[in-house]
């Protein structure tokens, strides 16, 4: 038999983005995410933020924003808060006790800001190896972005070196969004990741490229939005699936309802559900 989960709803196609640092810019950002239903995770250093009543000098793009500004920006439900590590170390020229009080005191704070579990992270300056990867786990990461740009769609298999689809200054983009859009993924299902930092759309002054490609990709039908902790648990649930020796009988162990097509039949399995096909 042949099996191929899918995302909710039965579609083909995700979609999700991350930005980092906690910027000024992020509020222009979010606004025109939110005007075509695009959800995002935002990386924070809550060790990081500005001094309240700062006032920056003409000229500067990379602007912090206070921890007041922050409570309120990031208060929107339609996107994810995640860590980007306290004070912004660069994670590989720490030890394993560093690593764990960076990630761990940065969760802390902006569980406390946020409420709920901040269950994720991006690499402070891109920087990660398998080391600090393993010591991740300790600190109850579901997921660390990297950098490294895979130019394609492949639903990761590591979480916690987890390389995104492009940055969006690639130069590639565009054909990127006409392979993820024309595509239909017959064979498995697709995730499209965009990264960035929302300071340099002014900086390179190109915030044409973000709406064009929200004007292009958001609004469909077809395609799941979803924040990087969202795709991450469904996609686990998808995982978690077990599966008689015909292939006829799966159990789905979980409290997600996952989607799959199995042999062209399109199933829906439910929470905790065992299903016969």
């Known amino acids: 038999m042949s099996t191929f989960y899918r995302f909710p709803n039965g579609l083909h196609k995700a979609l999700t983005l991350s930005y980092d640092d906690g910027v000024e810019q992020d509020v222009r950002l979010m606004e025109i995410l939110d ?7 935002f990386n924070l250093n809550s060790g990081c933020f500005a001094p309240e009543g700062v006032t920056y000098p003409a000229g500067t793009i990379h602007r912090r924003m206070s921890k007041s500004q922050v409570a309120r920006v990031y208060a929107n439900p339609r996107h994810e808060v995640a860590a980007h590590c306290l004070t912004h170390a660069s994670l590989t020229e720490l030890s394993p006790a560093e690593i764990a009080h960076e990630v761990l005191a940065d969760r802390e704070n ?5 409420g709920g579990i901040v269950r994720g992270l991006a690499y402070p300056f891109g920087t990660y190896s398998a080391d600090v990867a393993e010591t991740l786990k300790a600190t109850g990461a579901a997921y660390a972005r990297t950098v490294v740009s895979t130019n394609d769609f492949s639903i990761p298999t590591n979480w916690l070196i987890l390389h995104p689809t492009c940055h969006h200054n ?14 239909p993924a017959p064979f498995g299902s697709h995730l499209f990741y965009l990264w960035g930092h929302s300071y340099e759309f002014e900086g390179d002054n190109n915030w044409q490229v973000i709406e064009d490609f929200c004007e292009r990709m958001g609004g469909r039908d077809d395609i799941w939005y979803a924040t990087n902790i969202e795709i991450v ?3 686990n649930a998808c995982r978690a699936i077990r599966t008689s020796a015909d292939g006829k009988t799966l159990h789905n162990p979980t409290a997600t309802c996952v989607w799959a097509d199995i042999d062209g039949k399109h199933v829906r399995i439910g929470a905790g559900e065992t299903l016969r096909v």
């Open 110 to 114: 902006l569980e406390a800001m946020f």
């Open 35 to 41: 005007k075509h239903g695009i959800r995002c995770t």
């Open 233 to 235: 648990d469904y996609v």
């Open 170 to 183: 690639a130069p590639n983009l565009p054909d990127l969004c006409d392979r993820f859009l024309r595509d």
